[in-house]
């Protein structure tokens, strides 16, 4: 039998860390605490800013719980090969839940601010501002969480295009992008609560506690809508990079002889693509031929060629 291995591999694009998951959970812990300490201090001392705060934060806690478990996950199924292209969209669909629960925390927040600016309550200010400012700093503490992640390498792959060096990374990380989300949601919230009070207190503005639930809403409701739509794309499969399709194409097409007559990117990985190409060519070359001439796009990871006869 013909030793195949040089032509085989795993397909392993992708691999978050044990470090990122160990710190999601963390910042679960963190947003528990702080959630049930907001949400019963919010309605004892009658501030809609706090209150609002505190159950938004549950969701947020669910979804970070989402996030933390599409992490773990991901991890244990990473060499099952019933994933076609590994684990990683496990890790995209956490990240579309916990955008759904943003969306969901956002249109809460509205009703509810909503509902007290027609039926305003008296506040007590000292200890909902100072509860406020503890809530700041847990949220702030988890941000630094989320964004403390060392760069950690998947080794498990033979090519070296195939190591993951930034998956840490909260921009490029789907799933981890949508939890930091939630934290800075939290925070932003929790900002906008310590404005409304003082201004209710030393101006007395009570409409403004309100309001700044509606415009933190409004902001929340802004950033679901972003990261459905990347997330969305992703789980479609839907091409999101026309220009690394284009330049493929460009690259094959090069010679003249040769049409590219059907081709397929998408996303396997963060930065990483696979590709399908059909081409057709009067005195087609063998594929590897192709494959070569394709190795300069370093995202691309996987690629199948065909390549057929033209006959005139």
Request: contains cysteine.
């Amino acid at each position: 039998m013909k030793d195949t291995s040089g032509y085989e591999h795993d397909h392993i694009f992708h691999y978050s860390g044990k470090q990122t998951e160990k710190k999601t959970m963390r910042v679960v812990l963190l947003t528990l605490s702080m959630m049930l300490v907001e949400i019963v201090a919010g309605w004892i001392f009658n501030s809609m800013a706090l209150f609002a705060d505190g159950w938004h934060m549950s969701t947020h806690a669910a979804a970070l719980a989402i996030s933390w478990g599409a992490f773990v996950l991901a991890r244990r199924y990473n060499a099952d090969r019933r994933f076609t292209f590994g684990t990683w969209k496990i890790e995209v669909l956490g990240g579309f839940v916990s955008a759904i629960l943003l969306g969901l925390v956002g249109l809460a927040m509205i009703g509810i601010s909503v509902h007290r600016l027609l039926s305003p309550l008296a506040i007590q200010f000292d200890q909902a501002i100072l509860v406020a400012i503890v809530g700041l700093v847990v949220n702030l503490l988890s941000v630094l969480l989320l964004n403390d992640h060392p760069h950690e390498h998947d080794h498990s792959h033979s090519h070296p295009h195939h190591h993951d060096h930034d998956n840490g990374s909260v921009h490029k990380n789907l799933n981890l992008r949508a939890a930091y989300l939630h934290v800075v949601a939290d925070a932003m919230t929790s900002v906008l609560a310590i404005f409304a009070l003082l201004g209710a207190k030393y101006l007395s503005w009570n409409w403004l506690d309100p309001i700044m639930g509606i415009v933190g809403a409004i902001l929340i409701l802004r950033w679901t809508y972003l990261l459905l739509a990347e997330t969305g794309s992703i789980l479609l499969d839907r091409e999101t990079h026309d220009d690394l399709t284009s330049s493929i194409r460009k690259t094959l097409e090069a010679d003249a002889d040769v049409r590219v007559t059907d081709l397929h990117v998408w996303k396997v990985g963060q930065d990483k693509y696979a590709c399908i190409v059909a081409l057709m060519a009067q005195h087609p070359g063998q594929a590897e031929e192709y494959k070569a001439l394709l190795r300069q796009f370093e995202s691309l990871v996987h690629v199948t060629v065909e390549a057929n006869p033209h006959f005139s």
